[in-house]
């Protein structure tokens, strides 16, 4: 299977265009009225497990697609290569922006054989922001959490993909400067304003810090998805991101 040369980092002009919003809701409804009390401000959406398998799934992809919406489907693949690589041409195939996939090199490599001919970018999950290095030692892991993110850095280039999953507490410049590469992409969830609740987060930081050290985009949730005013909590987000930017 041949190595796939990864995209450079294309960048939104807007900083608002690089914040994604996480649809952590049990229900479609809930997420598409989330997505109509943020329309004109937010045009980016996360979709993970708590919608992939609720009824109507299929039709908030269409929705969003339909209304010029960016869809970071948060899947985390990990199958054998062909599973993989085909979950990934489907993804691409319906016009989806980010997918994760997680796991070792022939996974990953089919994962990037899979959008051959798509702007889909595929983003690899070294290690969840859940985790600290205890977790990591619980898992198995021995070397040290940095260790780990940057050598999956280096490889998730070499392997054709484009980017990473890593928290703000991770710093991502300083990622790019260990693996060897200004093109990688990195996408940060953890992101917490000032003073919020860190929910299941360990390595998090605030909007303005994960800008300032060099994230490309920054996936929140909770702290505007649970706000009694969805849109004000998103504007605040922005702002913050604008002073580091």
């Not at 796991?103 to 990037?112: M, N, S, T, Y």
């Not at 290690?127 to 070397?143: C, M, N, Q």
């Not at 093109?183 to 987060?201: F, K």
Request: aromatic letters at 4%; hydrophobic letters at 45%.
């Amino acid at each position: 299977m041949t190595n796939l040369m990864p995209v450079l980092r294309d960048l939104p002009e807007e900083i608002e265009d690089r914040l994604i919003v996480a649809l952590d809701v049990p229900s479609i409804s809930e997420a598409r009225a989330l997505t109509d009390r943020l329309d004109g401000l937010v045009g980016f959406f996360k979709l993970g497990l708590w919608l992939q398998f609720a009824a109507g799934f299929d039709s908030l992809v269409e929705h969003l697609l339909n209304k010029s919406k960016k869809i970071f489907l948060d899947a985390k693949m990990f199958d054998i290569g062909e599973t993989v690589k085909q979950g990934v041409a489907r993804a691409a195939e319906r016009g989806v922006t980010f997918v994760t996939v997680h796991g070792d090199g022939d996974i990953v490599r089919a994962a990037a054989e899979g959008k051959k001919g798509s702007n889909l970018k595929i983003l690899v999950v070294p290690v969840l922001t859940s985790l600290d290095a205890s977790g990591l030692r619980e898992l198995g892991y021995r070397d040290g959490l940095n260790e780990l993110i940057v050598e999956r850095a280096r490889r998730t280039l070499a392997w054709g993909c484009d980017g990473i999953v890593a928290s703000p507490h991770d710093n991502p410049n300083q990622i790019r400067r260990s693996a060897g590469s200004d093109g990688l992409l990195v996408v940060t969830p953890g992101v917490r304003p000032a003073g919020a609740p860190l929910d299941d987060h360990k390595r998090a930081g605030t909007p303005a810090e994960a800008i300032a050290s060099g994230a490309d985009y920054l996936v929140v949730g909770r702290p505007i998805i649970r706000a009694d005013d969805p849109a004000r909590a998103a504007a605040a987000i922005i702002e913050d991101m604008r002073r580091a930017a």
